[in-house]
């Protein structure tokens, strides 16, 4: 079953703002580490920001000081703020999600949010 669906993305002007969206499924939003990762044409997917279940926050360094990853436990969602935005930060962003199953860590990820920014 589906257990991320993410919302928001679409098109930005460079400097301006958007905000990504995740919800998870009640079971895997509380048992999960949870990050965005982006992937543009023709390079690999990377992490873009991860938040851990103690609220921890790690970034890419080409996101520092323009992102923000948080989460609403209410809500069983985790929002990307982005801010500042560049031509770079183009891509299509996913929500990932990941926990320990038995010996092993399970990855789970959403669809996908395509991101444009361009004038």
């Known amino acids: 079953q589906v257990q991320l669906v993410e919302s928001g993305g679409g098109l930005a002007q460079p400097g301006g703002s958007l905000r990504l969206s995740c919800e998870a499924s009640?079971?895997?939003?509380?048992?999960?580490?949870m990050g965005w990762y982006r992937q543009a044409p023709g390079e690999r997917r990377e992490l873009v920001a991860h938040?851990?279940?103690?609220?921890?926050?790690n970034y890419t360094d080409s996101v520092k000081g323009r992102f923000a990853i948080s989460r609403d436990i209410a809500k069983n969602t985790v929002d990307l703020l982005m801010s500042d935005l560049k031509p770079e930060d183009t891509a299509v962003y996913y929500c990932?999600?990941?926990?320990?199953?038995?010996?092993?860590?399970?990855?789970?990820w959403g669809q996908g949010t395509q991101v444009t920014v361009s004038s």
């Open positions: 990932h999600a990941t926990r320990r199953e038995g010996l092993n860590y399970a990855h789970y």
């Open positions: 009640t079971s895997l939003f509380s048992s999960s580490d």
């Open positions: 938040l851990s279940r103690s609220g921890a926050t």
